[in-house]
């Protein structure tokens, strides 16, 4: 797509009802944070990576264990299993001194265009995250009352990248999959609105690179999440 004013983006646009948002590295600018201390750690073995330098290492292998991830919680969810692996989890994390975060860092620029949107589009989160993390994300920034969905990890039996999420945002405004655009910063959030039938932006201001979207099939790539009010307003 060259430009906001391009024929075939305008065409799509005017179909699109709601605008729906993945949470890490899409709205909440935590993922780089955490890969920061990571490779932090990992910097006096800095000789066994590639270019002496563990982040782009960190940054490919995580987003390899995306959807492997959200597989393996569809099998816990299956056997009933998923709510003592999200809570032995959490434990460990704060055994650690890396308690659940109540105070969340916003994409740069994400707040302004919320509230923007919002004037026009019904918008929803999709998160692999649980619903009370969105919430907290949503009060900290008084963006409640803004977004009229929340679809998240406890809320559907498949996680992204499979497209029941989608299905499942959709539903609840009662629209189509084709009226709908699902926002991420992975490879994972793009082939789940692809697979649901809803037009795929990517950004980069997450942990995704230009040619693992592109390679996901995404409709859209903008530098940073906030640009949508660009192209959408």
């Known amino acids: 797509m060259s430009c906001p004013d391009s024929l075939a983006f305008l065409e799509t646009k005017a179909r699109i009802k709601a605008i729906f948002f993945d949470l890490d590295g899409t709205l909440i600018d935590t993922d780089d944070a955490f890969l920061e201390a990571l490779a932090g750690r990992l910097e006096r073995f800095s000789a066994l990576f590639p270019e002496r330098n563990p982040r782009r290492f960190l940054r490919r292998a995580m987003l390899a264990a995306e959807g492997p991830v959200n597989h393996v919680v569809t099998l816990l969810d299956t056997a009933g299993l998923d709510d003592n692996f999200f809570s032995i989890g959490d434990r460990l994390l704060r055994l650690r ?8 860092v916003a994409v740069r620029g994400i707040v302004g265009m919320i509230q923007a949107l919002s004037a026009v589009y019904h918008l929803g989160i999709i998160t692999s995250r649980s619903r009370q993390h969105a919430s907290v994300f949503l009060r ?6 803004l977004f009229q969905v929340i679809a998240a990890r406890e809320d559907t039996r498949r996680l992204k990248p499979h497209p029941e999420p989608i299905h499942y945002a959709v539903s609840l405004l009662g629209l189509s ?10 490879s994972v959030d793009i082939i789940s609105a692809k697979a649901a039938g809803s037009y795929a932006i990517g950004v ?3 942990f995704g690179e230009g040619e693992d979207l592109a390679t996901a099939g995404a409709d859209l790539i903008l530098e940073g999440t906030a640009q949508l009010t660009e192209w959408f307003l």
């Open 97 to 104: 001194g890396l308690a659940v975060q109540r105070r969340f």
């Open 204 to 206: 980069l201001c997450g």
């Open 140 to 145: 900290q920034f008084e963006l409640e009352k």
């Open 177 to 186: 999959p084709a009226e709908c655009a699902m926002v991420g910063d992975t």
